[in-house]
Each structure stands twice: as C-alpha cells, then as structure tokens.
C-alpha cells in the first residue's frame, strides 16, 4: 500500500548547520507531496508542497524537490535557526487519502 | 480567511466519563478530518468525511468514538466512555475536496487528559 518513510528523530544541530530530513515514499499514481511542521504546543501547519514530478516547493527558507525517480521529497534549508525547533510530517497524497509519516523531530543548539 | 476553529482547548475528565469536541472547518471546505494524535507520535486518522458523508472511518474505535457532520459543515466528535488511552490531542483538518485537492488545513487541536 501507500506510504511515507522518514528519517528517524531527534536531529540535532547547531544554528547556522545545513539540515536534510530525508523523506521517501511509496504510492500509487501520481501524489502531491507535502511537508508539515509543528511547533511545540501547536497544531499542524504546512510548510511548503508540490504536485508533480521535478516540482520545487520552498517556503521559510525550507525547500524539497518531487524526485520521482528516487521517489524521494527530502527537505532542506542552508542554515537552521533556533526557532526551526519543531516536529516535521512528510506527507502524501493520493486520491483522497492523506498519508503521513511518524515525524522528525529537529533540536537547534544556540 | 478565518482557518479551522477547535473547541474547546483543553479538556481533563476522569475515566468512564464522556466528552465531546467540535470543529468548524473553512468555509467552502467539502472535506473535513479528525486526527488523534498521542504525544511523540504522528497524527492517526480516525474519521474522513466529504461533505456529510463518512469516506473513511475505518481506524475508529466505534465502541466507544462517534462524530457526525450535520449539514456538511461544522463537526463534532465524541468519546463515550472514555479510557485512560484516549490522553491525546484531537486535530481536526479540512481541505477543498474533490479533483485537485491538495493540502489540508489544521485546527490548533484539543489537548484531552483522561484521569
């Protein structure tokens, strides 16, 4: 069946580090891909997406690429800051099920 | 636009009791979802609907867990009786619905403690 495969929790980094959170998935037909994050004590916000193949979503200085080829959609931001502290959700969708991933959650030291 | 309302916050009862939250999803939003997510985990669907029908209701524990989405509108989910595993936060989500629906929309969610 569908599903989304993330890299284990936690990550952490020191501010100014370059972040990858690897993110893979498996799905039938062609799924929109979606990045989440949740700050502690808050609900869920999207972060960035995209709908097709060589597709780059970016957002907050945050960005992934649709890799169909890899079936990969890893998210990526040059230099984390203490305030990227949060739990991140690689997620997909197919038709009109939304599939997640368990999350990754990501430490920023000062 | 005004996003997903969620009440109330947070709610604490003891075990047996019952215990009911509501949702009012974006206007215009045919798809409407209710999330339990348990603290360190990732959100667990438990019910779908489009419009005021159920799509997928298949991880609810329908002996103790019923919502309803009158109207095709606002929602209410409800736990009767509760356990001391139903400690989580509940998020409700709406999303456009139909071909081309893309991402879903997130409440700020209900913290519930069962003691």
């Known amino acids: 069946g569908d599903s989304v495969t993330q890299m284990e929790g936690p990550v952490t980094l020191s501010e100014e580090a370059f972040l990858t959170i690897n993110c893979t998935y498996t799905a039938t037909g062609y799924p929109s891909l979606f990045w989440y994050v949740q700050y502690p004590g808050e609900g869920l916000q999207l972060l960035l997406k995209a709908t097709k193949a060589d597709d780059k979503g970016s957002n907050k200085g945050f960005e992934a690429t649709y890799r169909k080829e890899t079936t990969s959609f890893h998210l990526e931001k040059g230099s984390v800051q203490v305030s990227d502290s949060a739990v991140y959700f690689c997620?997909?969708?197919?038709?009109?099920?939304?599939?997640w991933g368990a999350g990754t959650k990501l430490i920023i030291k000062p | 636009e005004a996003g997903v309302a969620q009440s109330p916050r947070y709610k604490i009862i003891e075990k047996r009791q019952s215990v009911a939250f509501w949702c009012n999803p974006i206007s215009g939003h045919a798809t409407l979802y209710w999330y339990q997510q348990i603290l360190g985990q990732g959100p667990k669907l438990l019910i779908q609907f489009q419009n005021n029908g159920v799509v997928d209701d298949s991880q609810l524990p329908k002996d103790r867990f019923s919502a309803e989405r009158l109207k095709g509108v606002d929602s209410t989910l409800k736990i009767q009786p509760a356990k001391l595993e139903d400690s989580a936060v509940y998020l409700c989500a709406s999303s456009l619905g139909g071909v081309g629906d893309t991402e879903a929309f997130f409440g700020q969610g209900t913290r519930l403690t069962v003691v």
């Open positions: 997620a997909l969708r197919v038709g009109y099920q939304l599939i």
